[in-house]
């Protein structure tokens, strides 16, 4: 099922054109200002406002790579575009989740967060978080270094200051050793326009702080249907596509050809009864699910999350996060992150990531379709096996059951007897078991003493030279 | 380790690994070098099916992985049948199994059939939608030590019940142990229609029966 049809994307695509160029946007940056001024934006009526001619955005456009590549440290490289595949990611959060309360995330449990990710198969790659024990300026570097030290997997911090955004590159450079970051690129970025149409200070400064090395840029909308864009979603999509092309425009102007990800990924609807900008309802499915058909209208690779409003790993956690992931992966989009969080992305809990991650298989299971082959259509064993007979004992099955049937310990799959003998566990409880057994085995260290004692030199550095 | 052991674990191992070209040649050459048939059987192919057994529960091993080592295992006791009944080697126990009346669906009986060979029961299948007179036919014939019945549906669930009776009117329920499974039943069923024994799955019924067997 598509959500839009190519007319559909080409009439919201010419209602965000017409809001850039008529309207404009907001841009708390002189010398992006200039920038946009220098390239034919013309004057928003507004000192910080321009508006940016079609001519323009089509330009920009035509020189975003058509895929980002993403690389992690086991030497895995993925090449992210439409029609490839899903990978996911976990999520950014403030909180952890314990039990049914919640307090501030720290350095250790980030640590702790980063040892279940990477135990998680199914999950490709780490997002950072907030970390409160560290002053706010330098969480994002320090948070990256932790994740660095605990896994290999793809790393994407999520940036505080312009600044951390510098030091983290430097600090992915270490991570690559003699290969050039860009040619390898272990670490990715991103930052969030201020819906409507506004561009913080501190999202243009990490837009610029990471130019110039070719490292993968996520740029996000994160409209809110009936709050700071149209209850419609219609004139939800016209809003985020606008601001996504808008953050397209001024990272191409900063650097041609650098890989963008087209992101309406992030789209809330606002809650009439609570005012709670929702992240895992139906709406953000279609939201964000015609986000990639949008993306692949552009020829863009496109990014979602996975998410719930859930307090812990419940009922409706699991099913907001299947029906959000499940949807996303279905309808094309190539980066979903979200897996461990919790409570309208606020949180993130290490049972949440186990669940997601064994969510996540499923998902993959059933986005990889059903092969149809001469050997998978089977019509010889078919005649041979007969009436009544059966096919377990074949060397068909054999072969084949291990791809075709997805085997998944941890949801309840066996019989009524052997359920409570193994003592009634929840899959609640199964998680919480899961992520013990994880967190007792011996840590891995993932950096070599060179890279250990250069992160910490560029952390210490850093820490040193932050504003009191 | 000695030759003799180094062979029975390569049969044990072998077997569990589902190598039907590596384990047979093996028992053919233990056998002309003089081991004992039962030795054989015992310590290298119940063993290794003891083994796929405990692997299964544990979720390390399939259904498909598991009726391969089954296979190899029944392929190596063919080898071996005439001469453990040369060397008069009982089977661990013998067992009549059947679906019920009326109940066409065979694919969980056939599993238990292939676990209790492969703990070393003689099992004697009598197929599917089987009448309590075939029931009745049979044990008086094999004289097993054990009956098993299954079912799928709640409908063919009272058949149990009235096989039992054909039994004990018979007079065959002495020494007899019947033991059911099959989705709709449970082990408050089992004592509610007489029956001695319940199991949920193939393998529990295997362990369960050679347990009962000793």
Known sequence: MSILTAEECARIHAGSLDVLERLGIRVDDDGILALLRRHGARDGGEADTVRL?????????????????????????????????????????????EGRARRELLTADLAMLTRVADACPEVDGMVGTSVADVPPGARDVVGFRTMAAHTAKHLRPCIFTPPGATAIVEMGQVLAGGTPLGQQPLVSFGYSIVSPLHWSATGLGVFRNTAGHGLPLMINSEP???GTAPVTLAGSLVLANADALSGIVIAQLLERGRPVIY???????????????????????????????????HGLPSASWMSTEAMLPDGQAAWEKMQTGLAHATHGVNIVWGAGNLESTLCMSAEMLVLDDEII??????????????????????????????????????RHFKEEIRHSRFPTRSKRDAWDRQGRRTIEEKAAARVREILGAEPRGYLSPEQDRELGRIVTGYLAALPA | ???????????????????????????????????????????????????????????????????LSAKVMRAAVEILKPHLISARVDPVGRIVIGTMEGDLHDIGKNLVGIMLQ??????????????????????????????????????????MGRTIAALDAAGLRAGLRVVIGGAPVSAGFAREIGADCYAATATEAAQTLRELAK
């Open chain 1, 53 to 97: 001619p079609r001519e323009l955005v089509a330009e920009c456009l035509a020189t975003c790579p058509p895929a980002a590549r993403f690389a992690d440290r086991s030497g895995g490289q993925r090449e992210l575009g439409p029609g490839g595949p899903a990978v996911f990611w976990t999520g950014n959060a403030l909180h952890l989740a």
């Open chain 1, 224 to 226: 809110m249907g009936g």
């Open chain 1, 263 to 297: 992101n309406l990924g992030f789209a809330h609807v606002l809650d009439m009864s609570t005012s709670v900008a929702l992240t895992g309802a139906p709406e953000n499915a279609l939201l964000q699910s015609a986000g990639a058909e949008l993306a692949r209208f």
């Open chain 2, 118 to 159: 492969g703990v070393g029961f003689e099992v004697v299948d009598l197929g599917s939608n089987v009448k309590p007179a075939r029931f009745v036919e049979a044990v008086d014939k094999h004289r097993p030590g054990f009956v098993g019945f299954s079912t799928l549906l709640t409908t063919t669930m009272p058949g």
């Open chain 2, 1 to 67: 380790m000695s030759m003799r052991a180094k062979r029975l674990e390569a049969i044990r191992s072998g077997t569990v690994a589902g190598q039907a070209e590596a384990v047979l040649p093996l028992v053919r050459e233990a056998l002309a070098d003089g081991v004992p048939p039962g030795v054989l059987l015992q310590e290298g192919l119940i063993a290794a099916m003891d083994e796929v057994g405990q692997r299964f529960e544990r979720g390390d091993c399939y259904i498909p992985e598991m009726l």
């Open chain 1, 361 to 398: 298989g499923a998902i993959r299971r059933f986005t990889r379709g059903i092969g149809v082959s001469d050997e998978t259509l089977a019509l010889s064993l078919i005649q041979e096996v007969g009436h009544s007979g059966d096919f377990l004992s074949t060397d068909h099955t054999l």
